[in-house]
C-alpha cells in the first residue's frame, strides 16, 4: 500500500460546527504532517508529527487541534473556524532517516480534503 | 526563515525541454526536492538533490548547486500531461518541508 488516504474529500461547515479530518497511511512511515494550500499559492506546513509525537507546531491558531492516535493514522480537529480557513487540507507521510544526507525526502501526500467554511 | 522563488509561468512546446529554476534563501539546509501538482490533485514527488549535481530521473532531471542557492528541473521531451504546478522545496529538520513559490507550466501543441 503506497497511498495516503484523506476522508472526507469535501466538506462544508459552518462557523460554529466541530468536524475533524482523518488522515491514513500504511508503508510505515513514521512522519506525518498536515498542509494547507489555498488557490494558487504553495502549501503551507501547519504541523509535524514523528514518532506520534507533535514536533512542529507552525504557530495554527488553537482552533484547529492535530492529534496522532498511531503511527497509521492522523486527524485534525476542527472548530470555530473562519471563512478564511477555506482551502485545501492536504496529509502527507514521510519515512525517516537516520542519515540526512542520503534519506529519500519525499512526501506521500493524500488528495486532500477540500475545506469550505460558511 | 527560509524563501523559495519560482517564475510564476511558463509556457513550453511539445516535445521541447523546459527548465524551471528556484532560489532560495535558508537556513538548516538539507536538501532541494521537486514536487509535481495537477490542477485539484496532490502534489507528487518527483526528485531530491542532497548533494551538488544533477540527478536523473528519467524524462525529469533535477540539479543543485548550494554555493549559487540554487537549483533547478528540467523536463525533457514534454507531454501535454507535464502541464501542471511545479514546487521546489527544502528539506529541514524532522524532514520539514518549505514550498517555493511554485511554477505554472503550460505545455503547448
Known amino acids: 500500500d503506497t497511498e495516503v488516504t484523506q476522508t472526507p474529500k469535501h466538506l462544508v461547515m459552518g462557523m460554529t460546527n466541530k468536524k475533524s479530518l482523518k488522515c491514513e497511511q500504511h508503508m510505515g512511515h513514521r512522519a506525518m504532517y498536515w498542509y494547507k494550500q489555498k488557490a494558487k499559492k504553495p502549501p503551507e506546513l501547519m504541523f509535524v508529527y514523528s514518532y506520534e509525537k507533535l514536533s512542529i507546531n507552525e504557530s495554527v491558531p488553537s482552533r484547529f487541534s492535530p492529534e496522532c492516535p498511531n503511527s497509521s493514522l492522523l486527524n485534525l480537529h476542527l472548530h470555530a473556524l473562519q471563512p478564511e480557513d477555506s482551502a485545501l487540507y492536504l496529509c502527507?507521510?514521510?519515512?525517516?532517516?537516520?542519515?540526512?544526507?542520503?534519506?529519500?525526502?519525499?512526501?506521500?501526500f493524500g488528495s486532500g480534503t477540500r475545506l469550505t467554511v460558511v | 526563515g527560509q524563501s523559495l522563488e519560482q517564475p510564476s509561468e511558463v509556457t513550453a512546446v511539445e516535445g521541447a525541454i523546459v527548465q524551471i529554476n528556484c532560489t532560495y534563501q535558508?537556513?538548516?539546509?538539507?536538501?532541494l526536492s521537486w514536487y509535481q501538482q495537477h490542477d485539484g490533485g496532490a502534489p507528487t514527488f518527483l526528485s531530491y538533490n542532497a548533494l551538488d549535481g544533477l540527478e536523473e530521473t528519467g524524462r525529469f532531471s533535477s540539479f543543485l548547486s548550494r554555493s549559487d542557492s540554487y537549483g533547478y528541473l528540467l523536463l525533457q521531451e514534454l507531454q501535454m500531461k507535464d502541464s501542471a504546478s511545479y514546487f521546489c522545496g527544502t528539506a529541514g529538520g524532522y524532514q520539514k518541508v518549505t514550498f517555493g513559490t511554485g511554477t505554472k507550466l503550460q505545455v503547448i501543441p
Open positions: 535558508t537556513s538548516g539546509f538539507y536538501g
Open positions: 502527507a507521510s514521510s519515512p525517516l532517516g537516520r542519515d540526512l544526507q542520503r534519506t529519500n525526502y519525499g512526501y506521500t
